[in-house]
Nanobody, 118 residues
């Protein structure tokens, strides 16, 4: 059973950077698409970025395009979200999730808090 654990969240000043990690166990991520989502207090969860399994195609929400970079290291069975030029509105709990082709995101991590504040 695939399990995901996020890490790397924390408190950062506006304009700063963080790198989130999504470490997988129980299965290899090679054939899974990985998505990063976030949920701010009082708001619905929203998709931030995703990367496909087989070909590594990436997608970014307009709110993070040019600032965030998603990547994966199949050898380490880990996916990443590099977040630069962080803004207070990026404050949220960030989740990674995995999906197989043709199936919705069925595996979720527990989330990691990102707080952008001066």
């Amino acid at each position: 059973q695939l399990q995901l654990v996020e890490s790397g969240g924390g408190l950062v000043q506006p304009g700063g950077s963080l790198r989130l990690s999504c470490a997988a166990s129980g299965a290899t991520l090679d054939n899974y698409g990985i998505g990063w989502f976030r949920q701010a207090p009082g708001k619905e969860r929203e998709g931030v970025s995703c990367i496909s399994g087989p070909d590594g195609n990436t997608y970014y929400d307009d709110t993070v395009k040019g600032r965030f970079t998603i990547s994966r290291d199949n050898a380490k069975n880990t996916a990443y979200l590099q977040m630069n030029s962080l803004k207070p509105e990026d404050t949220a709990v960030y989740y990674c999730a995995a999906r197989q082709t043709g199936v919705g995101y069925s595996h979720w991590g527990q989330g990691t808090q990102v707080t952008v504040s001066s």
